[in-house]
């Protein structure tokens, strides 16, 4: 069967691959973020698993996290490299003046110096095909003598040495069936000190010399599985291991490395469908059980360490279904496995699992391409929402995960001095005249000062920590919304710890001037979901109630669901979800975050932070999948009403795998201006757009698309002359940290420390901003990169908007990871995608119902 000759190039060793219905191949896939934890200090809940992380798939030249070019190919750099937006930046550069200098230290080694290569680029293919990166480099190395020395990526390879003729062939012996391989080598680019080619090489080289270490490659990055950590209580194992990537940054190429932790549990995916089997029982639908606990899952297959998401569970095939394979021939699953791995399946009966190659549907528009996958062969990885919510295994895996400053600069330094010492990658390093500093880079960034916090009637700052959850259990809230009648409904036997919390609730709302009338206690029989369901259409149908706080009795998700559903598709009237063991602790702190969710919930603001800038517009947008239905997305998009960003509008699309996402996008632009300009009775005269969820390989598509069509909105609506704007990629999913030089050793720096130089891009407009306060592990700084630029604030305007706009969440009375806008936008998403499924009602799209 023909197909692309790159698809040929980018598979890599897996299970049999499908495409309706003749194999293909096995080729990997592209990954979710579900099971990646990060360090979030958002909600008022400090997460506590910073550094755990189940990361992506196959052997790429540089790991560059969610949405990046993956893959051993040449990549076409220009069609990525966003030009810099130097009208804006003029003579001044990027970098921002405000603020106090501080001295950092980060996670980057310098590359002391290296040989100006020239460097000769081979394509190499083998006849019959192998799918195994590791076979190919067997097959290669059989032919030492005649290639010298050469980096190899699986598809090409990189010599210091010219080969003649240009063209050749090499036959070499697959040890596994003494099959003699015709392995062809072709000439086909030179790469010259400073190609982008270049850098490609140096993590080539790296990654030999990470293999010397004796580490176990699992998708892209290396773990020691010696120094694994057993938790056998929880049935998981936590590997150590690093990230690490070679780049071009402001004055040097340096080497960014980081620690992560692999979470490995101690169970197949036959293991859980065999206990959701033996739960029929109890449950019927039992394999709506086990497909909702292993879509979106990502699974490592046992017998060559890459890994997958799980799109689907095909009912239907087992390991004795038969496929046909590339030569026409049939197969059972059973045999493929005993043939090409040497492996035993024991349970012939078990589903198969379907992974959607979704990069042949970005690449080559192939939409059925499909990797079928035997349980029994895939072991879970991640930790699951139960585990999440399971305070003492949380606890435990931060002991070895929550790394602080000093432990994580340690673990960085021992690192290099590893690969430096080791005698096989210190003659790799030799081979190719490279010497890297085991000596950590320092810099100067800069600390902001505290942001002023605005309530109705002063002002206050959140200090050093940037929290001022104390000022405000005792001052004004900047507006408080009007409320005439709420309504609590509640099961029965509860009414009275209900009526004793409302009176709390009622205290705490008061403390802060905002007014809230006693509200009626709907008894229930009970806290089923049909009882609730009937009682809100009851409720609102008698006396049409403002809020409606629903006490519900266990965290069974599908009464949050759909009560949410009810009341934000079918009903809107905003709602707040308690679960009764919280009304039970009758707790001041807890009743005055529901008080503060109910004022902004209704429109009211508990807080502000000023913006000068009149007339501004910031759009926050991220996108989300469903938890269900995979090829379904929903994008939301937030955008501010007035000059004191504290009023919105919100919308939300949802959109097909493979659907153009950027006419979404351009569609929520539309609406909010109308919006805007029928709130305020003129445009905004300008606009700075905050895009999550992007990664490396699409900030070209974003530029490209989403950039052009915000313009063609623009002018649609303001005529020729348009409107300024500036469009900023923010990336939280990033490797680089900071740490603060003092007399107690390396430290968190303060919230507000902004880096713009050395290791910045030189080619982007692109900056960090540690905005908040940990106090546990290590602060994680966010990425900010300008990719367009027709507003013209100078460098420090933007980075300073951008930290006051990290103050503006009111689910957290301090700062947060990202602007609010952006955060605001991903609750959004994440409600729609999760729970709603379903757009909601656009007659609360000026609330925040969300959050």
Avoid at 207 to 229: E, F, V
Avoid at 372 to 378: A, G, I
């Amino acid at each position: 069967m023909q197909r692309p000759s790159r698809q040929k190039q980018q598979r890599a060793a897996g299970a049999p691959q499908l495409r309706a219905p003749r194999l293909i191949g096995p080729r990997p896939v592209v990954f979710s973020d579900e099971n990646t934890v990060h360090r979030q200090n958002l909600a008022g809940v400090q997460h506590i698993t910073e550094g755990i992380k189940t990361l992506g798939a196959e052997d790429t030249l540089v790991p560059l996290g969610r949405g990046a070019v993956r893959g051993q190919r040449q990549i076409n750099t220009e069609h990525f490299r966003i030009p810099r937006p130097e009208s804006s930046l003029g003579k001044v550069g990027k970098q921002g003046t405000s603020g106090q200098p501080v001295k950092l230290l980060t996670n980057y080694f310098p590359i002391t110096s290296y040989t100006n290569w020239c460097l000769y680029q081979y394509r190499v293919d083998f006849n019959p095909e192998e799918d195994s990166i590791n076979t190919k480099r067997g097959l290669l190395r059989q032919h030492r003598e005649r290639l010298g020395g050469y980096l190899f990526d699986g598809t090409m390879l990189f010599s210091g040495s010219r080969y003649d003729p240009p063209t050749f062939d090499l036959t070499s012996i697959r040890r596994q069936d003494d099959q003699n391989v015709i392995i062809k080598v072709k000439f086909t680019n030179v790469i010259e000190t400073g190609d982008y080619a270049y850098i490609q090489v140096f993590n080539l080289l790296l990654r030999n010399c990470l293999r010397h270490l004796d580490l176990t490659l699992i998708g892209r990055n290396y773990y020691d599985s010696k120094a694994k950590i057993d938790m056998a209580q929880y049935k998981l194992q936590l590997w150590p291991g690093y990230e690490t990537t070679i780049g071009r940054y402001e004055d040097n190429i340096l080497l960014c490395a980081e620690i992560s932790t692999k979470v490995m549990r101690q169970e197949t995916v036959l293991d859980f469908f065999n206990e959701c089997v033996a739960n029929r029982h109890h449950n019927s639908d039992w394999m709506f059980n086990f497909k909702i606990g292993v879509l979106g899952t990502t699974v490592m297959t046992k017998y060559n360490n890459v890994t997958y998401k799980i799109d689907d569970v095909d009912e239907n095939s087992n390991p004795c279904s038969e496929f046909i394979k590339k030569d026409g021939s049939k197969m059972t699953y059973m045999q493929y496995y005993k043939e090409k791995w040497n492996l035993l399946i024991r349970d012939g009966k078990q589903p198969l699992l379907i992974s959607k190659n979704k990069r042949s549907i970005r690449q080559f528009g192939v939409e059925d391409t499909l990797v079928y996958l035997v349980p029994e062969l895939c072991i879970m990885t991640g930790i699951t929402d139960t585990m999440r919510n399971n305070f003492a295994l949380m606890k435990d895996m931060a002991v070895h995960t929550s790394v602080n400053p000093k432990e994580r600069t340690d673990k960085l330094i021992n690192f290099a001095n590893r690969l430096l010492n080791t005698p096989d990658s210190v003659t790799e390093l030799k081979r190719w005249n490279l010497t890297l500093s085991n000596r950590l880079v320092e810099l100067t960034g800069r600390t902001l000062p505290p942001e002023p916090i605005l309530s109705r009637t002063r002002g206050y700052n959140g200090g050093n920590e940037a929290d001022w959850t104390k000022h405000l259990r005792v001052l004004p809230m900047f507006t408080s919304a009007i409320v005439k009648h709420w309504v609590i409904l509640a099961p029965r036997d509860c009414c009275r710890e209900v009526d004793a919390f409302s009176q709390s609730l009622l205290k705490a709302a008061q403390g802060m001037t905002f007014t809230l009338p006693r509200p009626v206690i709907v008894p229930m029989k009970d806290g089923g979901v049909n009882t609730f369901l009937t009682h809100i259409e009851q409720v609102i149908n008698s006396s049409n109630p403002a809020f409606i706080l629903n006490v519900i009795p266990s965290t069974r998700g599908d009464i949050y669901s759909l009560i949410k559903r009810k009341l934000c598709i079918d009903r809107a009237v905003p709602s707040q979800v308690v679960l009764l063991k919280n009304v039970r602790k009758n707790n001041l702190s807890i009743c005055t975050k529901i008080a503060i969710q109910i004022n902004c919930k209704l429109g009211g603001a508990p807080w502000q932070v000023t913006i000068p800038k009149k007339g501004l517009m910031i759009i926050g947008f991220d996108v989300c999948h469903d938890s269900q239905r995979t090829n379904i997305s929903f994008g939301a998009l937030v955008a501010t009403m007035n000059d004191a960003h504290t009023s919105y509008y919100s919308c939300v699309e949802a959109h097909k795998s493979g659907e153009e996402l950027s006419v979404y996008f351009a569609t929520g632009i539309t609406k909010a201006l109308i919006k805007y300009k029928a709130k305020n009775g003129t445009l905004p005269t300008s606009i700075v757009v905050y895009r999550d969820g992007v990664g490396e390989g699409q900030i070209s598509h974003v530029h490209n698309t989403e950039v052009r069509l915000l313009q063609t909105a623009c002018k649609r609506i303001y005529g020729p002359k348009s409107v300024p704007f500036a469009f900023v990629i923010v990336t939280k999913r990033i490797s680089s940290r900071f740490f603060s030089l003092g007399s107690k050793g390396p430290q968190n720096p303060q919230p507000g420390t902004i880096i713009d130089t050395v290791v910045t891009d030189p080619t982007k407009y692109d900056f960090f901003l540690i905005s908040q306060h940990v106090k546990q592990g290590t602060v994680t700084p966010t990425h900010y990169h300008v990719i367009e630029d027709t507003l013209g604030l100078p460098p420090d305007i933007m980075q300073r908007l951008t930290f006051k706009l990290t103050h503006m969440y009111y689910n957290w009375s301090g700062t947060i990871r990202v602007p609010a806008p952006c955060q605001l936008a991903h609750k959004l998403a994440f409600l729609t995608a999760k729970v709603l499924r379903h757009a909601p009602c656009t007659e609360l799209d000026e609330l925040l119902y969300f959050l």
